[in-house]
């Protein structure tokens, strides 16, 4: 009867172990479709949100009799939006900018304020803006060579639709603000914030 139970007893522990190589290769399994699911997911999101984040910018030139300098016309659509800029050089060839904002309907084309652009938080973004464009004005008037300049300047809160808004070469929304405090001093005479559009997302609708 002893020599009977050895050969029971070997095949009982391979079928153990066998049982316990398939259930070890089952979690390792199990793991590795987590982590291609969670992969995916991941994928999936940064593919959504670059489509949302698609920019498309045309830039162009026309001539007008009533001015030396070219007219540099650039336009960008945004989310179901089109940011205009309009620059026109004074006589020393230095370029000032017209923003326009405008909503892309599907039977017309509607003139907006930046304020109906962003969502319900916009007076957080238009608070940020604000904190940014101080640092600068600050940092500035404490430059001797354009310090004189900056005193011009009766600096305070800006609202978010006293912006303009474009974009730059690397898809970054800029926020443009003129100073108004002539041509004497253009060089300070305005300013622009510039802010990466995952810095945004939260106040986009």
């Known amino acids: 009867m002893k020599t009977t139970l050895v050969p029971l007893i070997s095949s009982v522990n391979l079928i153990n172990q066998s049982k316990g190589e398939h259930c070890a290769q089952v979690e390792k399994m199990r793991y590795v479709l987590i982590i291609l699911t969670l992969i995916l997911t991941f994928s999936c999101k940064v593919k959504a949100q670059e489509t949302d984040f698609k920019i498309g910018c045309n830039k162009s030139t026309k001539k007008d009799p009533e001015y030396q300098d070219d007219i540099i016309l650039k336009t960008c659509e945004f989310k179901n939006h089109l940011f205009k800029s309009t620059g026109i050089a004074d006589y020393k060839g230095r370029y000032s900018y017209n923003y326009e ?55 305070r809160h800006y609202k978010l639709n006293e912006f303009g808004i474009s974009f730059t070469n690397k898809n970054q929304m800029e926020f443009n603000i003129d100073y108004g405090i002539g041509s004497a001093c253009f060089n300070v005479s305005s300013s622009s914030v510039v802010m990466e559009l995952t810095e945004i997302e939260q106040y986009l609708k």
């Open 101 to 155: 904002l405008f909503l892309i309907d599907k039977k017309d084309t509607l003139k907006v304020k930046n304020s109906d652009f962003f969502n319900q938080k916009a007076i957080e973004l238009e608070k940020l803006i604000n904190e940014k464009l101080k640092t600068e004005y600050e940092s500035n008037s404490k430059i001797p060579e354009i310090s004189d300049c900056m005193k011009w300047i009766d600096f």
